[in-house]
């Protein structure tokens, strides 16, 4: 069949290569893609919120199947837009329909879900510019630190944690009044402060049943020991050494299976991947959001330890088969490290050429903010690429990642050299 992966990341890379794989497939498409899926995929320059272009890709391209990369056009309802097209209808799409993808595109919406549906979670309350009193007054009540999260989409950014009262309080005034975030925080949640180790949970869904992919912990903080500023990921470690066999049988009956059931029960039709991000808080996890696709850098962790055909597991999605589909997954571990430009994640300079890609054997490389122009690959985000690495152990696989790293070079490229370093 013919498949179309919507996205430009590390995260469309990872699934453009394994879908590569694939007998299943014939002609693969990414839009826009970047100077990893070129070489394996045919790009279009096309925006993934641009539903008109992508609707005349996939007639003119007699594309079959599309896999949403990121949330942008999930929220924004491209699987309606689909279902509601005449000439699109039949079309399979990987990724959830809008009322779902609110999941991601509200924090009120998701921690509403979680109460409804008994899903641990952080007490919580949201505020609008018209109760930012109330606001103030309910902070006065929590002990520090203090979460505060716009509700929208603020790619990443929109959440922030904070030590001082005073501090937090000003912070909800830029974000309701003055619009810190745009639109994303008309609406601010604001959450009692959970203590613990994060790791996140990948589930594959058809609206009917479930499976549950590897799990795996990023790292979102620029700086090495976790410090400075949030980024979209600087790596990944999968599987997460902590995650028990007794605890992932907690998160599956405390976590996935309500999830799952408290879809079917709102009627928020989803075939796609839920993303659980979760918290340990002693030996209790607790769900500090979702996310309606999968996340970058896991990704780039999660889908090398995939054996099976992922062609012929959206197949089994889109017929809601999905019980029948046994999902195999590699034993050794994976590891990713994010190299990113220089003064990443605030500003940085574009279109510095990256050496030694084709040095790298024992690692694969995958393209994120990078493009390729007159036979040069050039730097063309903030994130550049991941290197990922199997091991026996995460040890292992880290220090294959890092080995390759040294391979590698761009002007002002910079890397976290501890990724890994709290487990």
Request: glycine residues 8%; hydrophobic residues 40%; contains cysteine.
């Amino acid at each position: 069949m013919n498949i179309l992966v919507l996205g430009s990341g590390g995260r469309e890379h990872t699934f453009a290569w394994k879908i590569a794989q694939s007998n299943r497939c014939k002609n693969l498409f990414v839009a826009p893609g970047n100077s990893g899926t070129e070489a394996i995929a045919t790009n279009l320059a096309i925006g993934v919120t641009d539903f008109k272009a992508i609707k005349n890709a996939v007639i003119s391209n007699k594309i079959e199947l599309v896999i949403v990369g990121p949330e942008d056009p999930l929220v924004q309802g491209i699987h309606d837009f689909f279902l509601e097209d005449e000439a699109l209808k039949n079309v399979a799409v990987i990724g959830p329909q809008k009322a779902a993808a609110e999941l991601e595109g509200s924090k009120e919406f998701a921690k509403e879900f979680m109460m409804r549906h008994n899903i641990p979670t952080a007490a919580y309350e949201s505020f609008t510019k018209d109760n930012v009193e109330d606001g103030y007054k309910f902070l006065e009540t929590l002990k520090p630190p203090y979460v505060l999260k716009a509700d929208g989409l603020a790619a990443g950014k929109g959440v922030l944690i904070l030590n001082d009262l005073d501090e937090a309080k000003a912070e909800l005034k830029s974000m309701l009044i003055d619009s810190k975030f745009g639109d994303a925080s008309t609406k601010v949640v604001i959450e009692e402060f959970l203590d613990g180790i994060e790791l996140s949970c990948f589930v594959l869904t058809d609206g009917k049943d479930y499976k549950i992919l590897p799990t795996a912990k990023d790292y979102k903080r620029i700086g090495e020991g976790d410090t400075g500023l949030n980024t979209g990921g600087m790596g990944a470690v999968s599987p997460v050494p902590f995650a028990t066999k007794e605890f992932l049988d907690r998160i599956e009956n405390e976590v996935i299976k309500p999830t799952v059931e408290g879809l079917k029960k709102d009627n928020l039709p989803y075939v796609g991947f839920i993303f659980i991000g979760l918290i340990k808080v002693g030996d209790n996890p607790k769900v500090i959001e979702y996310n309606v696709r999968m996340g970058d850098p896991e990704t780039e962790v999660v889908l090398p330890r995939l054996k099976t055909d992922i062609v012929e597991v959206f197949e089994a999605m889109t017929n809601q088969t999905l019980a029948n589909v046994n999902i195999e997954i590699d034993e050794r571990a994976a590891t990713t490290v994010m190299l990113v430009s220089g003064g990443y994640p605030e500003a940085y300079e574009k279109g510095k050429e990256i050496l030694g890609v084709e040095k790298i054997t024992d690692s694969i490389a995958f393209h994120a903010g990078a493009k390729s122009l007159e036979g040069k690959v050039l730097t063309s985000g903030g994130r550049v690429m991941a290197i990922t690495s199997y091991g026996n152990t995460y040890q292992e696989a880290i220090k294959k990642s890092y080995q390759s790293i040294e391979k590698l070079h761009f002007d002002k490229m910079y890397y976290r050299k501890d990724i890994g370093f709290d487990l």
